[in-house]
């Protein structure tokens, strides 16, 4: 797995959900899910885990997520201690056709 | 900032306020030889670049946050620059 591509901005699909009684105070009321990171062809890249639901997302929806510190902002202004975040539903992923052409 | 070649465009209806009127990109970071690096990630677009173009991209909150100037999106990857050369020894 490449730790670059989840500091940044990145595709998945979300695959299951993830409840926890106990949690960090600020994470009460999050929506947990989790997520297996895909490249652009769709398929899956690096490791699954578990990311916080800013879009209501659910099993089976691709998505883009962003991490790193910049997943706490997702829910601003509260302060959330998390580093993955779903931000978005993705309708459609379009390549650039030189792409993969031979 | 990093390398990287423009290779796809990703669409979303339902997103987070804070990505609403930007353009996802979908980059692979390139070396300076134009050879791709590792796994593609997604940024958002500030200089109407498309596929096929070699841009610069930030990956950094803090510069991101100063360029949009929209508050605090949760926005970690922006594409800053179209490059036109690059010359290394």
Redesign the interface.
């Known amino acids: 797995m490449s730790p670059q591509k989840e500091d940044a901005v990145y595709l998945g699909e979300v695959i299951g959900t993830c409840v926890a009684t106990m949690k960090a105070p600020g994470m009460e009321g999050l929506r947990m899910l989790v997520v297996q990171p895909l490249d652009e062809h769709g398929n899956p890249t690096g490791t699954r885990h578990i990311a916080c639901d800013a879009v209501q997302a659910g099993p089976g929806d691709r998505v883009y997520l962003v991490g790193s510190r910049e997943a706490a902002l997702a829910f601003d202004p509260s302060f959330v201690p998390i580093d993955a975040a779903i931000v978005g539903i993705v309708d459609s992923v379009d390549l650039d056709r030189r792409e993969g052409d031979v | 900032m990093k390398l990287a070649q ?11 306020p ?2 609403l009127g930007h353009k ?1 990109m ?1 980059v ?1 970071p390139v070396d300076s030889a134009g050879l791709a690096l ?7 677009d500030t200089v109407q670049a498309g ?2 173009d070699t841009v610069l991209v930030l ?1 950094e ?1 803090t510069g ?1 946050r100063q360029i949009l100037e929209e ?7 922006l594409i800053v620059g179209i490059v036109d050369e690059v010359t290394s020894g």
Request: charged share 10%.
């Open positions: 423009v290779i796809g465009t990703v669409t979303a209806t339902a997103k987070h804070g990505y996802l979908i692979q590792g796994e593609s990630q997604l940024a958002i596929p096929g990956r909150g991101v508050g605090t999106p949760p926005i970690r990857s």
